[in-house]
């Protein structure tokens, strides 16, 4: 008896060892397929195995993996290279309760993946060290009021060295100071961007999405995101939802006055109107409707009047586009392209050797989450030579890049 259950044993089909049940349900997140069931019928296999498969209770076999690799677009090593244990805080959205379910589940994982990227990156580059002034570091949100957030806002432009004028690129600060910003096409016009801090690394990952991108409306979603990382850093998904609105509205304030600081804005904002405000939008970078926003918060003019300027702006239709949005250059984060391009430059890695050893996910996801243009990996054109500082040898060959130099910081 003993002898047939061996034997029988012996004839089923071998899983995969080492396959991560948490890339699967990651990259079926990142594809957009929203259901187990989904999954199932794509690939013609049962919605139970697909459970089996994602809960760790089994693993597919090795001509299942194949069919899994090519239908998610991912390569087989995909399924085999541990997750970052990125911890448990919060993955923060703008409009949250307006964005579908499914768009947040893609660009979760989409945002892990930027990380996979970026944690490829730093086993060559030392990226710039997060940094925050240590009464910030150990706030507690819930006791948070509107003048401990301006005078945060304060503290961290000292701390930063950004003084008290317009910034002139809010990705290029963050990314200086050690954020890792992405960016994406997300197909939805409902959501901006995703915030998450990584304990993998020890820094905040920021997704900006580009579908309705204008240069001014970056930088507030940049600024907001990265009030996220900054005030709720140990805030858990759960704590998000209990607390969305309170949260958006400490994210939105602290983001304004850090754009728009409170000693200095109300000195070119004295007498807002919509033509005025218009004329010091390039100067200060940020959308009218943000500064109307800003002048009310400021108490520079009454409820009333910011009624009857939002009012105008909608008017002119302005909700849609307002000027200047279509016709000023965009921003784009530039670190991790510029590390992926330096690394190939220098000869330490090829464009193949990065897609067939680092990288597990395909070459156009990387172009999209590191902004390199599309085709890249398979261009041969000449790459461009950035100012980076290399890492010490690990003995290995493997050096690391500090990516900005004071001279190259815009602020």
Not at 132 to 152: G, K
Not at 234 to 242: A, I, K, L, S, Y
Not at 344 to 350: K, T
């Amino acid at each position: 008896m003993a002898h047939g259950q061996a034997s029988r044993g012996s004839l089923m089909r071998p899983g995969t060892p080492g396959f991560v049940p948490e890339r699967l349900v990651e990259a079926r997140e990142a594809r957009g397929i929203p259901t187990q069931l989904a999954l199932a019928s794509l690939i013609e296999k049962p919605r139970s195995t697909i459970s089996r498969w994602e809960n760790g209770e089994a693993t597919p076999e090795p001509e299942a993996l194949d069919v899994l690799a090519r239908q998610l677009n991912v390569r087989r090593s995909y399924f085999l290279r541990p997750v970052p244990a990125h911890g448990s805080g919060a993955y923060f959205y703008r409009a949250r309760k307006s964005v579908e379910k499914i768009v947040q589940a893609a660009e979760r994982a989409r945002l892990n993946w930027a990380a996979d990227i970026s944690i490829v990156m730093q086993h060559y580059y030392e990226f710039p060290t997060f940094n925050l002034p240590h009464d910030i570091a150990d706030i507690n949100y819930n006791t948070l009021r509107n003048e401990d957030i301006e005078a945060i806002a304060e503290d961290l432009r000292a701390f930063w060295q950004l003084g008290d004028g317009p910034i002139s690129s809010v990705i290029s600060v963050l990314e200086s100071r050690g954020f890792i910003v992405a960016r994406d096409e997300v197909g939805s016009a409902r959501l901006d961007g995703v915030c998450h801090w990584s304990e993998a690394d020890g820094r905040p990952y920021i997704l900006l999405a580009t579908d309705k991108q204008s240069f001014f409306r970056t930088q507030m979603d940049a600024a907001h995101e990265m009030a996220h990382a900054i005030l709720h850093r140990r805030v858990t998904q759960q704590g998000f939802e209990r607390d969305f609105d309170l949260i958006e509205e400490q994210a939105f304030r602290l983001a304004s006055a850090f754009l728009m600081p409170a000693k200095t804005f109300p000195l070119e904002a004295k007498y807002p109107t919509l033509s005025g405000l218009l004329s010091i939008k390039e100067r200060w970078r940020t959308s009218v409707k943000a500064m109307i926003k800003r002048c009310h918060d400021l108490k520079l003019i009454t409820d009333a009047g910011a009624t009857q300027l939002y009012k105008h702006y909608s008017a002119k239709g302005w909700s849609k586009a307002e000027p200047l949005d279509k016709t000023y250059p965009h921003d784009s984060p530039q670190l991790l392209g510029n590390a992926i391009k330096e690394l190939v430059q220098s000869g330490d890695r090829s464009k193949q050797d990065l897609l067939e050893v680092e990288f597990i996910i395909p070459a156009r996801d990387i172009e999209q989450l590191a902004n390199l243009p599309s085709g890249w990996f398979g261009a041969k054109g000449e790459i461009v030579n950035f100012p980076l500082v290399r890492r010490p040898s690990t003995g290995q060959g493997a050096e690391v890049i500090d990516l900005f130099s004071k001279a190259s910081l815009k602020t």
